[in-house]
């Protein structure tokens, strides 16, 4: 009985829901909800937690009328969420650090392919799904960070030279349970291949200053603290810290120097963040929409600004911050791979015994 009465409960909480949405949809603009069967809303799973996103929404909101209605969790929650309510999802786009991890959402038959010509313009092939599932929103890279105290630039060259004897236990770097890291491995499975892939997680173990613990940022203050001195992490952490209110981080950023490892022969590894329309999107051109304006100009320098990340749209320019550290080649590969070989990196990191 308490069964039937919750169905029923949730029926009707189900239909109220929609008769919300019909209210809104007849007070906004008539012609646009026929040209696309759509309510004047989209709903956003997003991984992400800054302020700017919200102000950028807020924005689009203004420019088109489209209301976004935002839900807010860890990545891979959200994911399971988007699993488990099914066709009945409100999700209509989903947006997360990582193309390893937006790779999982896709093979998980979770998005669907959206064509843009617009999008084509804004991010390059390279940032974009092969199947078009998913786009690039910003782009972070990932690098050698040193201490200005203890390591010359002159010192350092590849991600490959980490491995040898000048940096036994002294080299600093998260778990192997983090996405950035098996994307990282997975861009050299895709580079050199398997064998070399390998070599170079089990050479990297060797020369560890301690077992991995914490996140990116706590690499930078382990080198601060004089457990390593250099760590592998991306750079926008640097420039929260330099931009920290806390004094502490401040201090610690502006001992480290940064370094765009493999210039003359691979190219620095980045990754994105970014987002894919949902395959049961309801609002599936006001996702769309959203994707255009995300990756427009204006948002793409706001990107910038307030996380230190780099804008995937070449037509606009990186912070001042950004520029000091200096330009860089990077990785020529399709971020797809690093999902086809998110897997093969997991095996390789527990074949070497990468915490
Ligand atoms: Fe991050």
């Given at each position: ?8 409960l ?13 209210q ?39 420019e ?24 009945a999802t ?11 991890r937006?790779?999982?959402?896709k ?11 617009v ?68 861009s050299?499975?895709?580079?050199e ?32 603290a ?44 980045v ?7 949902v ?16 990756s ?23 912070t ?36």
């Amino acid at each position: 009985m308490k069964k039937i009465l919750f169905l029923l409960l949730s029926f009707t909480l189900l239909v109220l829901t929609a008769c919300g949405n019909d209210q809104a949809t007849k007070t906004t603009d008539t012609k646009e909800v026929k040209e696309t069967n759509e309510s004047m809303e989209v709903n956003l799973y997003t991984a992400r937690h800054y302020d700017v996103d919200d102000e950028l929404y807020a924005k689009f909101t203004e420019e088109t009328g489209i209301k976004v209605n935002v839900i807010k969790g860890e990545a891979d929650e959200l994911l399971e969420r988007i699993k488990r309510e099914g066709d009945a999802t409100a999700a209509d786009l989903f947006l997360t650090a990582d193309a390893g991890r937006l790779f999982r959402a896709k093979d998980d038959g979770l998005l669907q392919a959206v064509s843009s010509d617009v999008l084509d313009e804004q991010i390059p092939a390279n940032f974009q799904d092969e199947d078009q599932m998913w786009y690039g929103l910003t782009k972070r890279a990932r690098v050698i960070v040193y201490n200005k105290e203890t390591v010359k630039p002159e010192d350092l060259s590849t991600y490959e030279a980490l491995t040898e004897d000048q940096w036994k236990s002294r080299v600093l770097i998260r778990g192997s349970e983090n996405i950035y890291n098996q994307s990282l491995l997975a861009s050299f499975v895709e580079i050199e291949g398997e064998e070399k892939a390998k070599e170079w997680a089990a050479g990297l173990v060797a020369n560890f200053a301690r077992d991995p613990e914490g996140g990116d940022r706590d690499q930078a203050k382990a080198i601060a603290a004089g457990i390593g001195d250099v760590a592998i992490m991306n750079t926008y952490y640097l420039g929260q810290m330099l931009n920290s209110e806390d004094a502490e981080e401040v201090k610690v950023a502006e001992g480290l120097g940064v370094f765009f490892p493999n210039q003359e022969t691979t190219g620095t590894h980045v990754n994105v963040s970014g987002a894919g329309v949902v395959k049961t999107a309801k609002n599936k051109q006001n996702a769309i929409k959203l994707l255009e304006f995300l990756s427009a100009p204006e948002a793409q320098g706001e990107f910038a600004k307030a996380n230190y990340e780099y804008p995937v749209n070449e037509s606009v320019e990186p912070t001042e911050l950004l520029k000091s550290w200096g330009e860089f080649k990077e990785q020529n590969i399709s971020l797809s791979a690093l999902g086809d070989h998110n897997a093969k990196s997991i095996l390789i990191f527990n074949e070497v015994g990468w915490k």
